[in-house]
């Protein structure tokens, strides 16, 4: 099992950035995956980036070039979030995932808010 813990979410004016961190706690030794799902109002859950155990990365087209996705020891990620628009508020969840095969988080943290207003 894998617990997964967010903080750093908050509210922020158009233009600003946040700073996203997620520390995992339990059986870290078989987190293969580690990223980002975002969840806005009426919406479903959507990718926001993802890294793996190697490095590699991937983020959804729109917050590409304005977030940064990192891993800190194996069981934290980050997510550096800058030139923040309305059109990211949400709830941000951290997922982990012991398989990447399928490309889906299999434990999930509670969520931050994050509210872009001025």
């Known amino acids: 099992q894998v617990q997964l813990v967010e903080s750093g979410g908050g509210l922020v004016q158009p233009g600003g950035s946040l700073r996203l961190s997620c520390v995992a706690s339990?059986?870290?030794?078989?987190?293969?995956?580690m990223g980002w799902y975002r969840q806005a109002p009426g919406k479903s859950r959507a990718l926001v980036a993802t890294?793996?155990?190697?490095?590699?990365i991937q983020y959804a087209d729109d917050v590409k070039g304005r977030f940064t996705i990192s891993r800190g020891a194996k069981s934290t990620v980050h997510l550096q979030m800058n030139s923040l628009n309305v059109d990211d508020t949400a709830v941000y969840y951290c997922?982990?995932?012991?398989?990447?095969?399928?490309?889906?988080?299999?434990?999930w943290g509670q969520g931050t808010q994050v509210t872009v207003s001025s």
């Open positions: 997922g982990a995932a012991t398989n990447w095969g399928q490309k889906e988080f299999n434990y």
């Open positions: 339990g059986s870290i030794f078989s987190i293969a995956a």
């Open positions: 890294i793996t155990n190697g490095g590699a």
